[in-house]
């Protein structure tokens, strides 16, 4: 081979290496993906080994290998070498009679292979990385369609590969983007977002050391209710303006009253994108407090780091020092006679702010701006100007020593601030998107399975159908709690999660999870024991939901990890406090025994947020306190290891995912729930032996009579009153039309949202249940027409919408719209039961809604 060729085919060898370290899969420790795969291949084809190799500068990796137990070979004569030479399949029949692998040492000797078939793993710029192989010890032939189904694995392979790489360059840009919103968080100057009229929607913690006021008061404020009432005309006047001329950038100073009475000058960058406007605000007070006793030094001071300009009456430059000519590049011959704005201006310059400050000039008045201007060399640069009339003794102009201020940096900093902002705006606005969309999708299916299931549990189903049905049931809302806990996790994070409060039986709860956990303890021979305290009141009010979940995260865990054992959960009494301390509480009790759906909205909320009036009664008569333990004798958790298990996607060794499944998201999501139980968890474990994790929750008590009672005369009411089901999937219109019938109520049905305002404008309805995804007019545009018919039935007429979706912008639409609230599918008797009895029993005893 000559030198070129060799030259060449070095080069081609490095950007190939250079491509496949940029997917950092070298080393990395295994993944289930690339497992799947193998085995895939090793199926399909029947050979008995399968390797997913990537070829590095030495050697050979192998990434997934089914059959043999190596890392990694040599580079040498491998086959891996050669197939990453074509482009193909590359076949070897027997490679005891080829040349090339004769003397191959994994030929020669164990485990003497003979036969190998390979495709080559080539990147979407052509560089081949590795190989997806598969070998015997007798020899083979594939045909030409194995050969197309080797090189489709092939295919998802890389994209597998190149999807890892842009999860990889996704994380990255996401940490970046929150480095960006950390730096105005502790930013020294005012960082603000407000909508098109000024209302302030988003401020930093500047706020309060600039201006007295706190982030949750600046919050409820307009931009110009505190903008002081002399400068907000002119304002007022320069944004009109420039609006009108297509402007979307603005430099303003006015004056800003403080929380305690005072005036504070302020520097403003507003930028207009979108109808909102992202504002960077400076504080100029003491600059412009100190420029008169400036303006006298600098009269003699020729040698400042900032740039000083005097003018004559005629605003002609007579003056400048040397920092003028370092930041401008101009010096006093270039400049003398000449209007400095003249001088300065360039392609972008906004001539408009010039003549403005010009004319605050021929008023006699000082001024202060911010401007894009351009050095001597052409370069742009921007210059923060303040600018002092100097008067005579018959109030005419004598002179004008401008301070000039390169703030390039500045700027240039502000705007890659506003950009991040803006970025992390989108990035969570799609993440909010997302989780609707799929929250949605998901669950419309799920509602019929777990709808039908319990339909088919209420109709006397056959003895041999009961146990298949129970177990359907089982799975069908173990999947929600899978869906839950992702969504959950968000919420949690993002603070949008709320403890229900309503009344519920411990010791039922905890009997249900054992049971329903009875088979998969079977499954490893495991013995389930629930050791309950019987002095705990028999019924308690608290968030039953997230405590099952907490007790469902860690009783799985528990079982999962035991084989051969035990697994125990103990709930002891620990602590009651005084009926007398919630006296107070119990004088209004009686006003929450109405309970209501998840998550209603109740339009009389002062703040317009989603209240969480989920059940039936609150009637605190005294608070215990429950010592929760949840124990097995298992593989035990590493001490090393105990101080990472709650973290998110963490588990207590690499190799508990690919032996035992999970997430790692169970604990953290438990240590989070505990934390708005106002509670912790704490774990003893030793390896080998087994595990205990426990905790304490304080609950108030109920009186379940009361509860009892309220509720049967709320049920009562339902008969003879007609709900309206807006719904275009049958499964769904079936299932609530089956569980409204259960209690009495006359249903009707619309399949789309035209059909349901012709109806809703023909009969009278006490409720109407709304889904939010229909085709043509969705349920959000259905209720606002609704609202805007003339009448009081339409504007009081109650609208529940029906959705799989939890996402706040979701929610905030739900209130703008009209409606009263949402029902989450899957539905179930007690949710639309608590529906029926805020909006339809509820009236019997109270009138308007209920604020829970």
Not at 12 to 41: H, Q, V
Not at 57 to 86: M, N, P
């Amino acid at each position: 081979m000559s030198e070129a060729r060799k030259a060449l085919r070095s080069n081609a060898e490095e950007d190939r290496l250079t491509a496949l370290y940029e997917y950092d899969i070298l080393d990395s420790p295994k993944e289930p993906g690339f497992d799947n795969l193998t085995k895939l291949a090793k199926q399909i084809f029947n050979l008995p080994y399968a390797f997913i190799t990537f070829v590095d500068r030495h050697r050979v990796w192998f990434k997934s290998a089914i059959g043999y137990d190596a890392l990694e070979v040599s580079r040498g004569a491998t086959f891996c070498e050669q197939t990453i030479l074509q482009t193909d399949v590359h076949e070897v029949l027997d490679a005891r009679l080829d040349d090339r692998f004769i003397n191959n040492p994994l030929v020669t000797g164990p485990p003497y292979f003979c036969y190998y078939v390979g495709v080559p793993l080539i990147d979407e710029n052509g560089f081949a990385l590795g190989a997806l192989c598969l070998l015997d010890r007798v020899p083979h032939k594939l045909n030409v369609q194995q050969h197309e189904m080797l090189k489709t694995i092939g295919t998802e392979i890389m994209m597998h590969l190149s999807n890892r790489k842009k999860a990889r360059a996704l994380r990255y840009e996401t940490q970046r983007l929150e480095a960006m919103l950390n730096i105005s968080a502790f930013s020294p100057e005012i960082h603000a977002m407000l909508d098109f009229k000024g209302k302030i929607l988003f401020i930093n913690g500047a706020i309060t050391s600039l201006l007295g006021y706190t982030v949750e008061e600046a919050l409820n404020l307009n931009l110009w209710d505190i903008c002081y009432k002399e400068d907000m005309q002119l304002v007022l006047d320069t944004l009109h303006k420039g609006l009108d001329a297509g402007r979307c950038q603005f430099e303003l100073l006015f004056r800003i009253l403080s929380r305690d009475g005072s005036l504070r000058w302020f520097s403003w960058s507003l930028v207009t994108k979108n109808r909102t406007w992202y504002a960077y605000g400076r504080d100029h007070t003491e600059t412009r407090n100190v420029q008169s006793e400036l303006m006298k030094l600098s009269l003699v001071a020729s040698k400042v780091n900032n740039a000083v300009v005097i003018n004559d009456h005629n605003n002609e430059v007579v003056w400048i020092n040397e920092a003028f000519e370092k930041i401008t590049g101009f010096n006093l011959n270039d400049i003398r006679g000449q209007r400095l704005g003249d001088l300065l201006a360039g392609p972008a310059t906004d001539m408009a702010l010039v003549e403005h400050a010009r004319a605050l000039s021929r008023q006699n008045q000082s001024f202060t701006m911010d401007v894009l201007g351009y050095r001597k060399d052409k370069k742009p640069i921007w210059l923060s100007v303040y600018n002092t009339v100097v008067l005579d003794e018959r109030g005419k102009v004598e002179m004008e020593v401008e301070i000039i201020i390169d703030i390039t940096e500045k700027k240039l900093a502000e705007r890659e601030l506003l950009d991040a902002k803006e970025k992390a705006l989108e990035l969570s606005a799609s993440k909010e998107m997302f989780l609707s969309v799929m929250s949605h999708e998901i669950r419309n299916p799920l509602n019929a399975v777990i709808g039908m299931t319990h339909l088919l549990l209420e109709n006397d189903p056959k003895p041999s159908q009961l146990e298949d049905l129970k177990i359907l049931k089982f799975s069908g809302e173990n999947l929600i709690h899978i869906i839950n806990d992702v969504l959950d996790f968000t919420k949690i994070e993002t603070g949008n999660l709320q403890l229900e409060h309503i009344p519920f039986s411990l010791k039922t709860l905890a009997n249900d999870i054992l049971t329903s956990l009875q088979i998969n303890g079977n499954k490893n021979n495991n013995y389930l024991q629930l050791d309950y305290d019987d002095r705990i009141p028999e019924q308690l009010m608290g968030d039953k939901t997230r405590l099952y979940q907490i007790l469902m995260n860690l009783l799985s865990n528990a079982i999962k990890f035991t084989k051969d054992g035990t697994v125990s959960l103990k709930l002891a009494l620990s602590e009651t406090t005084s009926q007398a301390e919630f006296q107070e509480l119990n004088n209004s009790a009686l006003h929450h025994l109405h309970a209501a759906a998840d998550n209603i909205f109740d339009p009389q909320n002062a703040n317009g947020s989603l209240v969480n009036i989920s059940a039936a009664a609150k009637i605190p008569e005294a608070q215990v306190a429950i010592e929760f333990t949840v124990s097995d004798t298992g593989i035990g958790i590493p001490e090393d290891k105990q101080a990472y298990i709650f973290e998110s996607f963490t588990q207590a060794r690499s190799d508990i995912s690919r032996k035992y499944g999970g997430t790692g998201l169970g604990l953290a999501i438990t240590k989070k729930l505990l934390k708005l139980f106002k509670s912790d968890i704490q774990v003893k474990s030793k390896e080998g032996e087994g595990t205990s994790f426990n905790f304490s929750i304080a609950f108030e008590k109920v009186d379940q009579q009361k509860v009892d009672a309220v509720l049967e005369q709320e049920t009562g009411a339902f008969k003879g009153k007609k709900v309206l089901v807006v719904d275009d999937n049958e499964i769904n219109i079936l299932i609530v039309k089956r569980i409204l019938n259960t209690w009495g109520l006359e249903s009707d049905v619309a399949a789309d949202g035209e059909e349901a305002i012709t109806k809703v404008m023909e009969n009278a309805y006490d409720l109407i249940l709304m889904d939010i995804n229909m085709p043509g007019i969705d349920g959000f545009e259905t209720t606002s027409i609704i609202r805007d018919l003339e009448g009081e039935y339409f504007q009081k007429v109650p609208v529940i919408a029906l959705t799989g979706s939890t996402e706040y912008h979701d929610s905030t639409k739900i209130a703008t719209s009209g409606m009263n609230g949402y029902l989450l599918k899957p539905f179930n008797h007690d949710k639309v039961k608590s529906v029926l009895t805020k909006f339809l029993g509820a009236r019997i005893n109270s009138e308007g809604p209920i604020i829970l």
